[in-house]
């Protein structure tokens, strides 16, 4: 049924970059928008990237606007997160998932934690 497997997270210092991939099986990615979230702890999981299945668009969570770039290679079927200047505030389990989400499929994440 395919599935998305989310890597790239680690720990980082304030204010370093980092790009997380998203892989996923061609009939759950392909022609489809995609989208990367992220669940910080006690909070909700919350949108944070998305893109349109060609690539032609690109919307962000207004808090990431000009840090995070979303990015797709439909040929591989992969997607990506180039984080910037990272924050304290950044640190949550990432995951990708179609938008709106498959609500089965959610994958294991990728941890993103920012500290000094």
């Known amino acids: 049924q395919g599935q998305f497997v989310e890597s790239g997270g680690g720990l980082m210092q304030p204010v370093a970059s980092l790009r997380l991939s998203c892989a996923a099986s061609g009939r759950i990615f392909r022609g489809v928008t995609m989208a990367w979230y992220r669940r910080a702890p006690g909070k909700e999981r919350e949108f944070v990237a998305g893109?349109?299945?060609?690539?032609?668009?690109?919307t962000y969570i207004d808090s990431e606007k000009g840090r995070f770039i979303i990015s797709r290679d439909n040929a591989k079927n992969m997607m990506y997160l180039q984080m910037s200047s990272l924050r304290p505030e950044d640190a949550a389990v990432y995951y990708c998932?179609?938008?709106?989400?498959?609500?089965?499929?959610w994958g294991q994440g990728t941890q993103v934690t920012v500290s000094s």
């Open positions: 893109i349109l299945w060609n690539g032609d668009s690109t």
């Open positions: 998932n179609q938008k709106p989400p498959l609500r089965n499929r």
